[in-house]
């Protein structure tokens, strides 16, 4: 079974950088798609970035785009979230997903989630 391992959350201030990475392990094909997840308190998870393993094309939501930043390197299988510019609205536990469905069907395939690491960016 693929298992995802987040790490790199932590404290922040408005206006900061934080990188997060993503540790793949069990992959058993290339065609599955790699994604981060927020979810802030009282608020519904958020996708925040997509891409295949397979490609170079990567989904932003609109709310990060232009300040977050998704890579990877596939020979490690080992994914990266770089966050810049930093808003108190960033406040939540980030996921890293991947699904055997396509970043704009998600949900339908079979999905494999790690357990979040905490990015707190306090004024």
């Known amino acids: 079974q693929l298992q995802l391992v987040e790490s790199g959350g932590g404290l922040v201030p408005p206006g900061g950088s934080l990188r997060l990475s993503c540790a793949a392990s069990g992959f058993t094909s290339d065609r599955y798609v790699i994604g981060w997840f927020r979810q802030a308190p009282g608020k519904e998870s958020e996708r925040v970035s997509c891409?295949?393993?397979?490609?170079?094309?990567?989904y932003y939501a609109d709310s990060v785009k232009g300040r977050f930043i998704m890579s990877g390197d596939n020979a490690l299988n080992t994914v990266y979230l770089q966050m810049n510019s930093l808003k108190l609205e960033d406040t939540a536990v980030y996921y890293c997903?991947?699904?055997?469905?396509?970043?704009?069907?998600?949900?339908?395939?079979?999905?494999?989630w790690g357990r979040g690491t905490q990015v707190t960016v306090s004024s």
């Open positions: 891409k295949s393993m397979s490609t170079s094309v990567t």
């Open positions: 997903a991947s699904s055997t469905s396509g970043c704009d069907s998600f949900y339908r395939g079979s999905t494999y």
